[in-house]
């Protein structure tokens, strides 16, 4: 069969559109293509992301076009996955904004998948226009001036609506051929619990490192002032062409935000107003407080900071053109009025917090360009296109929801990993939690004061298995090993989540196939699970009783908080009576493929009072769940 990628018409043969003589293209194995979804033709496949698909929709009589988000069958079958998915659909329609990406359905395909229809973009991401500059000379000032300042009043309606962002990017940032601004990807935006938003507790880092607040870098709860941050970052790389923070690794990156302070932008740009330079430096406070009071306030001084900006330093930033910018007629700048900025030009409050409150708290993804899983769906895997096409998913998540974001500097492959034959301080296969599991009896560490911070708790920090080879993860010897560096560190930690992807049926895993390997442990501590009741009934508490054991090829293993997660709805799991080995035994008999093929393999319960499953998927191939009972 064959599809048309201007108008979804399908044909049995080869040869020209019928409709509008435009060459057919074959479906293949994607059954989207051609098929219809609510009143749209499927025409052709936008982007891939690690949580689905983005395709171009064509309504057959008039020809209008959308963008057709649909959740992948592995994704599908996650409760937490598939609120995520739904947040931005939910979020939007909150917000309700022009230069937000608008949603205008929202349903489930025949086998249960979910999908979202949203507006069709022509244009590119700002990412573009940044990527252009070593060849077509820097940006010019007016017009990231006025682009800053429509998505910092799109950035101010979420906010009045108890919605940060979190993931604000270039990526995520698309602009017309117009020149207009329009914000994409809310997947991952912290909703006010009356908003329906406790879902997005299930992780501390949300976001891309490089456009990382500082509270959202250390896993600290984080309000809509991090959204400000991220604006910060995005100035900085616009007006210099580069990003203020470089690392590494992961770890390197997300201190340095912590930090150090970002280099005077004015130095890479000398002709930066340094008012301009103010309200970059002003973004990037590392104190949440010391930061702008509103997305407002910072559309005010950016203003008044380009006032006396020459004409031909308006030329509007726009994505039709090749070069990321467009010529305007001189003399093209913005009147300094309040109508220019919105309704108040003051510091707008957010209803019902005060500056220093907390209105949300924080992954991506593990290895992808600049994004959070994926956009890396926070973009697509490897480079993405920039040209007219809608932007896909800008977060992908991995698996089970792993809280490490996507990596915008790669290391080089194979930096870190846990061989078979090394475990540290332990035997291979003696697994730490006072009950036997695939490979042996408990063994309990002493504590590690080491991993802990001044007040007692997890910090983040690399962790240095001997033997460790990210091509050649011992699977089983990791989560030993993992379990005793976590019970080091918290005595009582119990494992509630185990997730691992590019798992061989060996049990090996391979974390640098395609960048995106992963694999994690999560713990919890019973004794800071319970709420403090010295929080008032109806006050959000900070909750501080969960942590993860993890690594990435980007990454290494990292030991990481999760703080503001509550606990309240989790509890700790059994070791796992399997194997990995067992369980790919198990995937085997259930029709799964073999030889060389590698998996993405979860033990975690779907419900509090629900056992603990395995969770086995061969992308494409094969997806399901099955007790821990092995052959």
């Excluded at 494992?495 to 060996?506: E, K, T």
């Excluded at 700790?572 to 993405?600: D, I, S």
Aim: net charge neutral; charged share 15%; with cysteine.
């Amino acid at each position: 069969m064959f599809v048309c990628p201007e108008c979804g018409a399908c044909q049995p043969v080869p040869g020209p559109c019928a409709s509008d003589r435009t060459p057919l293209q074959p479906v293949g194995d994607d059954a989207l293509l051609g098929m219809t979804v609510g009143a749209y033709r499927v025409a052709r496949l936008l982007g891939v992301g690690g949580m689905g698909r983005v395709y171009k929709g064509v309504q057959p009589q008039i020809g209008s076009r959308v963008a057709i988000k649909v959740l992948s069958r592995e994704c599908a079958d996650r409760r937490d996955l598939v609120e995520r998915f739904f947040s931005e659909a939910k979020a939007v329609n909150l917000i309700r904004h022009e230069s937000i990406v608008n949603v205008l359905d929202l349903a489930s395909l025949p086998d249960g998948r979910p999908y979202i229809i949203m507006e069709y973009l022509d244009g590119a991401p700002l990412a573009a226009a940044i990527e252009g500059v070593p060849h077509h000379g820097p940006l010019p000032l007016g017009g990231i001036a006025r682009l800053a300042v429509e998505v910092l009043d799109a950035l101010g309606a979420a906010h009045a609506k108890g919605i940060v962002h979190r993931d604000l990017k270039p990526d995520n940032i698309f602009v017309t051929p117009a020149g207009r601004p329009k914000v994409l990807d809310f997947g991952i935006a912290k909703l006010l619990p009356e908003l329906g938003g406790s879902y997005t507790q299930t992780g501390s880092l949300l976001g891309t490192p490089h456009y990382m607040a500082p509270e959202q870098a250390a896993g600290r709860p984080v309000d809509y002032r991090a959204d400000l941050y991220a604006m910060g970052v995005i100035l900085f790389e616009c007006t210099t062409g580069r990003k203020p923070f470089h690392g590494s690794s992961l770890f390197d990156l997300l201190r340095k935000h912590v930090d150090e302070p970002p280099p005077r932008p004015c130095v890479l740009r000398r002709d930066l107003p340094p008012a301009f330079e103010h309200v970059i430096l002003t973004a990037l406070a590392k104190a949440a407080d010391h930061r702008f009071g509103s997305a407002q306030a910072m559309s005010t001084a950016l203003q008044q900071a380009t006032a006396q900006l020459p004409p031909e330093q308006w030329a509007p930033l726009s994505g039709g053109s090749s070069s990321g910018a467009m010529r305007v007629p001189s003399g093209a700048g913005w009147n300094v009025t309040p109508a220019s900025f919105g309704t108040n030009p003051q510091a707008a409050s957010i209803p019902g917090h005060s500056i220093g409150s907390p209105i949300g708290q924080p992954i991506a993804h593990p290895g992808t360009h600049p994004t959070t899983v994926s956009g890396q769906v926070g973009a697509a895997a490897g480079k993405k296109s920039h040209g007219a096409m809608w932007i896909a998913l800008a977060v992908l998540v991995a698996g089970g929801g792993i809280t490490a974001a996507v990596v915008a500097s790669r290391g080089p492959s194979g930096t870190t990993t846990l061989a078979p034959s090394a475990t540290p301080g332990l035997a291979p296969g003696s697994l730490p939690a006072q009950a036997t599991g695939p490979a042996g009896p408990a063994q309990i560490a002493t504590p590690d004061p080491g991993a802990l911070s001044a007040d007692g708790w997890i910090k983040y920090r690399p962790l240095s298995p001997p033997g460790w080879d990210a091509k050649t993860v011992d699977v089983d010897a990791f989560l030993t090993w993992a379990t005793a560096t976590a019970k080091q560190a918290i005595p009582d930690a119990q494992m509630f989540r185990f997730d691992a992807m590019n798992v061989y049926p060996d049990g090996h895993a391979d974390l640098t196939l395609s960048g995106s390997g992963f694999i994690s442990v999560r713990f919890l501590s019973p004794s800071r699970s319970k709420r403090d009741p010295s929080v008032p009934v109806g006050a959000q508490p900070h909750w501080r009783c969960m942590f993860q054991v993890m690594a990435t090829v980007q990454t290494g293993p990292i030991m990481v908080p999760m703080d503001g997660t509550s606990c309240e709805d989790e509890r700790a799991q059994p070791v796992p009576r399997c194997t990995t080995r067992g369980v790919w035994k198990a995937m085997l008999a259930r029709g799964a493929p073999g030889g060389n093929v590698v998996a993405e393999l979860g033990y975690w319960s779907s419900g509090k009072d629900e056992p603990p499953l395995w969770f086995g998927s061969v992308t494409g191939a094969f997806s399901q769940r099955f007790p821990d009972a092995c052959p």
